[in-house]
């Protein structure tokens, strides 16, 4: 099966990276607290040194799963766009109150980070599935926990 590629904005890009960066110091630390608690425990089923390796199987997992997606990374390039996709902002109006606000369509990797001033939303949740591909000025509904909402895609940037 091959494996799938993970299309990312430069910000989330270089964000994983930051976070991969940030993951090896902490294995660093994690390996010199193991390496103390096994230098000076007499008992080798002490809980703190259980934990302390429980903790540095977390961190290589998490290391591991961030090099594969990076390696799988593919960078969106910015062009015109005229219709959503993958790393456009989107301002949308909520159809019933008319409040708008915006949203930026992102791989699920990226998406729910709070990051700058606008929220990122992954094209696999439900309004990013219903938002690709459409054009400003269209209208369309959203079904989250059996409660329906209609935007209408005011504009793309």
């Known amino acids: 099966m091959p494996r799938r590629q993970v299309r990312l904005t430069q910000e989330g890009y270089d964000r994983l990276q ?8 902490r ?11 096994t230098g000076s ?6 809980s703190g040194l259980e934990d302390a390796k429980r903790e540095k ?15 799988r990374a593919t960078i969106i390039e910015e062009h015109e766009v005229d219709h959503v996709d993958l790393g456009t902002v989107v301002t949308l109006q909520e159809a019933v109150s008319k ?9 699920p990797v990226e998406a729910g980070v709070l990051e700058g001033d606008i929220p990122k939303v992954s094209d696999e949740s439900p309004l990013g599935k219903a938002l690709m591909g ?22 793309i940037t």
């Open 18 to 25: 930051a976070t991969l960066a940030h993951e090896y110091e």
């Open 99 to 107: 409040e708008a606000f915006e949203v930026q369509i992102v791989s």
């Open 57 to 71: 199987a977390r961190i290589e997992e998490r290391i591991d799963n961030l090099e594969d997606q990076l390696n």
């Open 27 to 37: 294995l660093e630390e994690a390996t010199k607290i193991l390496q103390e608690l």
């Open 41 to 46: 425990s007499d008992d080798y089923d002490d």
């Open 134 to 155: 459409r054009r400003p000025g269209e209208t369309f509904k959203v079904v989250v926990d059996d409660r329906t909402t209609e935007y209408i895609l005011m504009s």
